[in-house]
């Protein structure tokens, strides 16, 4: 695996998505190449930023049944 690819597949690594035959010569490149290295942190460092830092919002039960009863083949469901 190169760096390129690595770019392409670090969002998958840290979503716990990757297919098992990539992770290995993943985790190999990164062990060896700095550059990627430094880019994983960053990755993960902001990863926990926005987790840490991102409010789930969800939109007023009124507004959410109006929402959900204009959709011509739903009903509004139930309280959650």
Avoid: Q, W
């Amino acid at each position: 695996m190169d760096c390129k690819e690595v770019s392409t597949v670090l969002f998958l690594f840290f979503d716990n998505e990757m297919e098992d035959d990539l992770l290995t010569p993943f985790r190999d490149h990164v062990a060896l190449c700095g550059e990627c290295a430094r880019r994983m942190d960053y990755t993960r460092k902001l990863l926990l930023v926005v987790r840490e830092r991102c409010i789930r919002c969800t939109a007023p039960e009124g507004l959410r049944l109006r929402i959900l009863t204009n959709f011509p083949h739903r009903t509004a469901p139930g309280p959650h």
